[in-house]
Every structure is written in C-alpha cells, then in structure tokens.
C-alpha cells in the first residue's frame, strides 16, 4: 500500500470536535436560523436526536458525509436486510429515502454493467474503492486471470476493502493503493474504471473534468469508465430531471429535511445530464452512454476511451 497522502477527504473527513461538539452545533445552526417554511425548529431538533440514536445517524452528524463502510451499508440494505428491527428513521433512510433508493439501484446497475464488461485477463480499478462490493459481487467463476484494483484514499476504507475481499476469497486477485483521484498519475493501464460517490462532493466542474482526464488517462484504448452524478432535485431552484411520477413527495421533503436542512450533508453536488456529458467530452470520452435508475436521481454514466 502506498505512503498515505496529504490530500482532503471530500466524502466524510474528520471535523476537529467531537460528536457530542459536532451536535451541540447543529443544534445551535437550527436555533438560530429559526422555522423554515417546511420545518419548525423543533421538527427539526426532534428529527436531530432520532438521528442520534442510530449509528448511520451519529456517523452523518459527526462527518456529514458516508466512508466506504456507512456506504455499502446502504446500497447492500436490499440484498442483506436483516430481520431485527429498525430505528424508524433509519427505516426510512434504507427502505424510503428517494437519494438512498437510487443510490441502491445505482449499486444494482453498476454491478450488472460490468459484469458484463468482464473478459479473461481484464484489470479493472475502483477509484474511489470503498469497499469494492461492485467487483468483488459479481460472479467471476467462469475466469482464471484477472485483477482487482482498489484505490482510495481513506485507509481505513482500504482495511474494509481487503477485508470483504478476504470474505469473498478474492484477495488473491486484488491490489489495494491509497491514492488521491486527482493523482493517480497511472497510464493506460485498465480496461474498466468504476467511480461512484466523488463529483457528488466536488462542486468545481473544472476539477471535475480533470478528474475524468486522470481517468481517461488510465484507461487502455477502448477501455470503459463506469461512473455516476446526481440530478438536481425539485427544490433546488433548478430545472429537475427526476421522474416526479416516481417519487413519493412526503419522502422527498422529509428527506431535504435531513439531509439538507439539518445535517447539511456534503453530497449536495447536483449536475444535469447536458453538464456530465460536456465534462466527458472535455475529458477525451467520445461514446457516452446513460442508464436511469427509476427516478432518474442518480444516473449511471458509461463512457468509452
């Protein structure tokens, strides 16, 4: 594994206070910034310490973001829902959520997508890794060589990464690297790069695109990138592109509630289609490709070199 990086976290970096700190000033954002049209201060405040009594909740109050493992906690929920009971908003985040359910079909349709792009003798690279579910699911029992590459920059993500590897007795085909996206430096190298959950975080769509360029960059000829980005949704003063038909309006302020208004999650980065596509362009990719989940919340990109 490589020497770690100095290079910022954009998903969930560590605050400097505590998690009864990083309440105590939520609680405080919430007093002072008074009702909002939608949620009184105290819907909010009650709705803050429900968040508190889960762990999911304590992780998104303390970073305001998701790492590798709070991440493949939610996109895994449909296929590894147990039977015990849950806190009832966490209930709603895993099973209700609009942005959590997407996220789950996105898990689904980047999973089946490169299942399909697999080939004897393939190298294909997760950047960032997380816990690398998305090639350490599929099915490779019909493939003697390939390679697994995992690239992150949390290493604790990375320790997860090899340990859900170890469980899925691939270890032996993996390589792990802690690496910052933006310098990879690495040279045609893969035939596949899946990326899912960093423009989410960026809002610079310059450096976006030169994310894409480290990307393009590491991709042998032809070789394909499988990534991901949000649309902006009917309260963000935007155009939306979400199939309102699809969403349950309730579940969709109720999650504004939390995720925007109270935690002010870091995930709040949302680009129509026009603009990813642009950002590709600018990057080198020509054959762009675009798969829906079924709210057209958070689309799947799959782009050709």
Not at 100 to 126: D, M, N
Not at 262 to 278: A, D, H, M, P, Y
Request: some cysteine; hydrophobic content about 40%; charged content about 25%.
């Amino acid at each position: 594994m490589n020497t770690p990086l100095v290079a910022k976290n954009l998903s969930h970096e560590q605050r400097d206070v505590s998690f009864q700190a990083a309440k105590q000033g939520l609680i405080e954002k919430i007093q002072n910034r008074g009702e909002l049209p939608h949620a009184s201060v105290q819907k909010q405040l009650e709705l803050l310490e429900q968040l508190s009594a889960f762990d999911l909740g304590k992780f998104l109050i303390e970073r305001g973001g998701l790492n590798g493992y709070w991440t493949h906690y939610i996109i895994a929920y449909p296929e590894k829902a147990q039977a015990y009971s849950l806190h009832p908003v966490e209930e709603f985040l895993l099973n209700s959520a609009p942005s959590c359910l997407a996220t789950q079909h996105r898990f689904s349709l980047f999973k089946e997508t490169i299942q399909k792009h697999l080939f004897e003798g393939c190298v294909l690279a997760s950047v960032p890794s997380g816990l690398m579910a998305e090639f350490l699911d599929l099915d490779f029992s019909n493939m003697k060589t390939f390679s697994l590459h995992g690239i992150d920059l949390d290493e604790e993500t990375l320790s997860q990464a090899k340990g859900y590897a170890e469980e899925k007795g691939l270890i032996g085909k993996c390589r792990f690297f802690q690496k910052d996206a933006w310098n990879l430096s690495i040279s045609e190298e893969y035939d596949l790069i899946a990326s899912n959950g960093l423009a989410i975080y960026e809002a610079d769509d310059e450096k976006v695109v030169a994310l894409y360029r480290q990307f393009y960059n590491a991709l042998k000829s032809k070789g394909t990138l499988i990534t991901s980005f949000l649309t902006p949704p009917p309260t963000s003063g935007k155009t939306t592109e979400w199939r309102m038909d699809k969403v349950n309006l309730q579940d969709a302020l109720l999650q504004k509630i939390v995720f925007a208004d109270i935690l002010n999650t870091k995930w709040q980065v949302f680009r129509s289609e026009e603009t990813v596509r642009e950002q590709l362009q600018k990057a080198g990719f020509q054959k762009i490709e675009i798969l829906y989940d079924e709210a057209h919340i958070f689309p799947t990109l799959i782009a050709e070199k």
